[in-house]
């Protein structure tokens, strides 16, 4: 059974610094990866998707990586900012189970000012 | 449409009454998806449409709780007889599906109900 798991739970971080998200998946078999982010009390809104043959994708100061046989994942933001407060979910679409998307449990990111 | 809109975005009933919860996907998306959010956690697979195909209810909680997709667009959730515990935001998402499953989701962005 596919299991994501997120690290740290919360990070907290002057403005101004780098800093990387982490996920894992217990199983690589996998058509995708995709790293959402959830403002409080909205929606999901799709940051980045990683297909299983890629390494990489990249969307302004966001950067995601995908070691598909590790089962691991980044998410790498630049200079971060007040307005990337929110909570990251990572997301697998796996192989097996049907079509269903399994989520990661999140991590709270606060960027101070 | 543009993107993903769900009706109504809050909603607060009477613990026994009935609701109906309503996701329009983007337009072209054969796939359809409802996933519920309880405070605090991560999110909890409901049930999945994929065109003409029979429905993924493997999520649904109670029989309280289905789901139909007319005309394999817009899609209801209804929650009979409504508990605290179903208290919660309710997320719809859609994707593009084909031979294989390399598509993204699209949310939108959740009602959230409240059971008092």
């Known amino acids: 059974k596919q299991e994501v798991t997120q690290i740290p739970a919360a990070l907290s971080v002057p403005e101004g610094e780098n800093l990387v998200l982490n996920c894992s998946f217990t199983?690589?078999?996998?058509?995708?990866l995709q790293w959402f982010r959830q403002d409080p009390g909205k929606g999901l809104t799709s940051l980045l998707l990683?297909?299983?043959?890629?390494r990489e994708q990249t969307s302004g100061r966001l950067n995601a990586s995908l070691d598909k046989s590790s089962g691991r994942s980044t998410l790498y933001i630049a200079a971060s900012q007040p307005g990337d407060s929110a909570t990251y979910l990572c997301?697998?679409?796996?192989?097996?189970?049907?079509?269903?998307?399994?989520f990661g449990a999140g991590t709270r990111l606060f960027v101070k000012a | 449409g543009a993107g993903v809109s769900q009706s109504p975005s809050n909603k607060v009933t009477e613990k026994g009454k009935d609701v109906e919860l309503r996701c329009d996907p983007i337009?072209?998306?054969?796939?359809l998806y409802w996933y519920r959010q309880s405070l605090g956690q991560g999110l909890e697979f409901l049930i999945y449409?994929?065109?003409?195909?029979?429905?993924?209810k493997s999520g649904l909680p109670s029989d309280r709780f289905s789901a139909e997709r007319t005309g394999g667009s817009v899609s209801t959730l209804t929650i009979q007889r409504t508990q605290q515990e179903d208290s919660a935001v309710y997320l719809c998402?859609?994707?593009?599906?084909?031979?294989?499953?390399?598509?993204?989701?699209?949310f939108g962005s959740g009602t959230r109900l409240t059971v008092v």
């Open positions: 449409f994929q065109g003409n195909s029979a429905p993924d």
């Open positions: 199983d690589s078999a996998i058509y995708n």
């Open positions: 997301a697998v679409r796996p192989h097996t189970g049907g079509f269903k998307t399994i």
């Open positions: 337009s072209g998306h054969t796939a």
């Open positions: 998402a859609s994707s593009l599906e084909g031979v294989v499953s390399n598509y993204g989701y699209t």
């Open positions: 990683i297909q299983s043959s890629q």
